[in-house]
Each structure stands twice: as structure tokens, then as C-alpha cells.
């Protein structure tokens, strides 16, 4: 079975400049996740959907970030105007249950590395 | 605000011995406590949850204890191989979100 798959894996953008994120939950998970994590830093939340529908944004850092899951499948990311803080890794996640209720496992991706120049 | 701390960035170990990894949180008592590991270039992988009411959980050569008291778990590698050389994460819920501490970077030598 298909891991949770992030694309891409690395990407270097100038600032000011817009980048998409996307990821590909394991098949039949409900519950994604999008993680960063910055240079120095611990992995942070950002937002959780349950198929299509925000549950929890409130980690997003600010409105030039902007997350969407049609159709509750895979999700995308983006950063539109991206500032050189924004550089770092964005995992993104997912479950098959809400995490939190039953302590269940969320499996992560492998990362889009993101640097912002 | 919730925080994990994990007391030590780096471990460095020899093969064959256990390895001890520290966490410490404030101001939440969370019902699980989870441990990951990450290599570099890598996603997190869930190794361990452990439950408020759980002392203790083995797996493997891992074994996790959590004491709601003293706000802490600690994270044991026994018999520690060069393969087990990586980084390991502490994390709790606040609601359905994961919070993470920094990682300890653990090396074991041969």
C-alpha cells in the first residue's frame, strides 16, 4: 500500500514568488495534516481537514497560506507571496481516524523541502 | 502555552548499550504520549504510544514510561545497534494536533 506521497520534494523559489505543495493521503485516510517544520525548529501543526472540511486551521501563520482538499482527496499547499521565513520542510499527514480520540497512528510523508531565496 | 521539551539535542552511545531518551512537557496533561523517529531526509515514523494510564509500554527493544507526575516519559533503547542511529521525536495531542519537541539526535557507534 502507497505511503502518504508529497510533491515536490524539494523546491527553490525566489520571495514574492508563488509555490504549490501538494500530497496524496494514504487511500481511505479521512483525516489529513500539514505539518512545517524550520530550520532550528520543532514540526509545528498547521491545519487538519476531515475530507474535505477544515477541522483546524489554527496553526496556519497567516493568510498568504492557503490550503485546499476538493473532493477530499489529495490536498495542496500554497504560499502566495512567499517570504524567506516560509522556508522549510512541510510534511503533511494523515489518518484514518481524528487523531487525539483514540490516540490512533498518523503516518507522515516524507517531506517538501522549501527554500525560499 | 504547551510545550515538550527533550532535554538532550545530541546522545552519543556504543553499541550494546541502552540508550535513555528524556521528555519533559508543561502545562498540559495530555491522555497519550507518542514517540517518533526521523532520519535525515525523512518523514517522521511512529514507534510508541503510551496512555495516561499505562506506566509502561515494551516493544520490541524499545520500552516508553510516562509519569503523569513528574510530567515526563522516557524513551529506552535497549541493546542499541548503529541501524537505531537516528533522530527521536516526543509529541502530545492538543486536540487533534501532534505537538512536537525539538528531537534528540541519538549516534550509536560500533
Known amino acids: 500500500e502507497a505511503g502518504v506521497t508529497q510533491f515536490p520534494s524539494h523546491s527553490v523559489i525566489e520571495k514574492g514568488q508563488t509555490v504549490t505543495l501538494r500530497c496524496d493521503p494514504i487511500?481511505?485516510?479521512?483525516?489529513l495534516y500539514w505539518y512545517r517544520r524550520v530550520m532550528g525548529k520543532e514540526i509545528k501543526f498547521l491545519l487538519h481537514?476531515?475530507?474535505?472540511?477544515?477541522?483546524?486551521e489554527s496553526g496556519m501563520p497567516n493568510n498568504r497560506f492557503l490550503a485546499e482538499r476538493t473532493g477530499g482527496t489529495y490536498s495542496t499547499l500554497k504560499v502566495q507571496p512567499a517570504e524567506l521565513e516560509d522556508s522549510g520542510v512541510y510534511f503533511c499527514?494523515?489518518?484514518?481516524?481524528?487523531?487525539?480520540?483514540?490516540?490512533?497512528?498518523?503516518?507522515f510523508g516524507e517531506g517538501s523541502w522549501l527554500t525560499v531565496v | 502555552s504547551q510545550k515538550i521539551e527533550q532535554n538532550s539535542e545530541a546522545l552519543n552511545i556504543q553499541e550494546g548499550k541502552t540508550a535513555t531518551l528524556t521528555c519533559n512537557y508543561t502545562?498540559?496533561?495530555?491522555?497519550?504520549l507518542q514517540w517518533y523517529r526521523q532520519d535525515p531526509g525523512r518523514g517522521p515514523v511512529f514507534l510508541l504510544l503510551?496512555?495516561?494510564?499505562?506506566k509502561e509500554k515494551r516493544k520490541e527493544r524499545l520500552k516508553v514510561t510516562f509519569d503523569t507526575t513528574l510530567k515526563q516519559s522516557l524513551f529506552h533503547i535497549t541493546a542499541s545497534q548503529p541501524a537505531d542511529s537516528a533522530t527521536y521525536l516526543c509529541a502530545l495531542f492538543a486536540g487533534t494536533a501532534l505537538i512536537f519537541g525539538k528531537g534528540t539526535t541519538l549516534s550509536v557507534s560500533s
Open positions: 487511500s481511505g485516510h479521512d483525516n
Open positions: 502545562n498540559y496533561s495530555p491522555a497519550y
Open positions: 503510551i496512555r495516561e494510564n499505562e
Open positions: 481537514f476531515v475530507k474535505e472540511s477544515k477541522q483546524d
Open positions: 499527514a494523515s489518518s484514518q481516524t481524528k487523531t487525539g480520540l483514540s490516540g490512533n497512528t498518523i503516518y
